[in-house]
């Protein structure tokens, strides 16, 4: 595992600013992709605003072999199937926590939607 850490500047409705930090993970230098970060901790002046963490409870992901796992195009395939996809912005491989375990997934990014379609055939 290795993790990221991110920060930005942050005004707020007072006009007053502060900072956002948000750690991502990353196993074998792809990300690991859940709803929202990691830990996410929203600092004004001296204060910390907000603190979110959902770390989850696994092990490494279960390898696959390269020939198991399906390529770009098929997931694109999927993806326009099964959310009837029209433009695509971005896709990328990367994983993804179901049921406790880390599993392949490739993301499309569509206009403001994310599909995740699982990465690996299943025999």
Known sequence: FCIFLFFEVVEYESGSYGYSFSFQMRIDGYPLVMEKDYITITVEGTQVRNFYRKVP????PKQHRQDQIISPIKALDMAVLSQKIEKVDNIY?????????????????SSNKKVFIQAYMEW
């Open 57 to 60: 409870n696994i092990d490494r």
């Open 93 to 109: 491989q990367a994983y993804t926590v179901r049921d406790d375990l880390i599993i392949p997934v490739w993301i499309i990014e």
